[in-house]
């Protein structure tokens, strides 16, 4: 079946830390691959994705490669500001049929410090 | 504007009483889903609809039902909750070509 693993949190980082959060995905098929951000009290809103091997998805400052070798897809970003704090979850989805499903991760609780 | 929304965003009930949360898209979007949210186990799809009258379960439908009459609704419907049911629920639609799905804002249940 289809997994996405995502690095357990909760992290805290100062403000301007560089900030990596690792996904891995397990996945029957050839997935495009999605980062969700959720704010407090909000729903996911799309942060950035990625279709295919060896692309890079970016947005907000915000970074990551589709790593078909690693089955990987790391969200970074050089320099986060007190406003990144949210709970960021890596997605998959394999549109095999009309399922068109997210595979979601757990989620990572991110909080910047000033 | 594009969005999704939810009614109510806030419900308590009691074990066995039936309840329905409303979800309408007005981006004219074949496919809607419903997740719930758990600490630990990010979200999990309850049920999803390819276009009206075409339903699916998901991963975790047991004890839920929905309906697609009208492609802009997509009810949620508890007959018989009970307290393992308490959870965040979201909403989301997207269109045959678009690779984003729109959330909406999470609809907070607690069955006590």
């Known amino acids: 079946g289809n997994s996405v693993t995502q690095m357990e949190g909760p992290v805290t980082l100062s403000e301007e830390a560089f900030l990596t959060i690792n996904c891995t995905y397990t996945?029957?098929?050839?997935?495009?691959l999605f980062w969700y951000v959720q704010y407090p009290g909000e729903g996911l809103q799309l942060l950035l994705k990625?279709?295919?091997?060896?692309d890079k998805g970016s947005n907000k400052g915000f970074e990551a490669t589709y790593r078909k070798e690693t089955t990987s897809f790391h969200l970074e970003k050089g320099s986060v500001q007190v406003s990144d704090s949210a709970v960021y979850f890596c997605?998959?989805?394999?549109?095999?049929?009309?399922?068109?499903?997210?595979?979601f991760g757990s989620g990572t609780q991110l909080t910047v410090l000033p | 504007e594009a969005q999704v929304t939810q009614n109510p965003r806030y419900l308590i009930t009691v074990t066995g009483k039936k309840l329905t949360v409303t979800c309408s898209q007005n981006?004219?979007?074949?496919?809607m889903s419903w997740y719930r949210q758990d600490p630990g186990l990010g979200l999990r799809q309850i049920y999803y609809?390819?276009?009206?009258?075409?339903?699916d379960k998901g991963d975790v439908p047991e004890g839920y039902k929905v309906s697609r009459k009208e492609k802009r609704n997509f009810p949620l419907i508890l007959e018989s909750p009970s307290p393992n049911q308490t959870s965040l629920y979201f909403c989301?639609?997207?269109?045959?070509?678009?690779?984003?799905?729109?959330f909406g804002p999470g609809t907070r249940l607690t069955v006590t």
């Open positions: 981006m004219n979007h074949e496919y």
């Open positions: 609809s390819m276009n009206v009258e075409v339903t």
């Open positions: 996945a029957t098929g050839y997935p495009s």
């Open positions: 990625a279709t295919k091997a060896d």
């Open positions: 989301a639609s997207y269109g045959t070509h678009l690779h984003e799905q729109y």
């Open positions: 997605a998959l989805r394999i549109s095999s049929g009309s399922a068109r499903q997210l595979t």
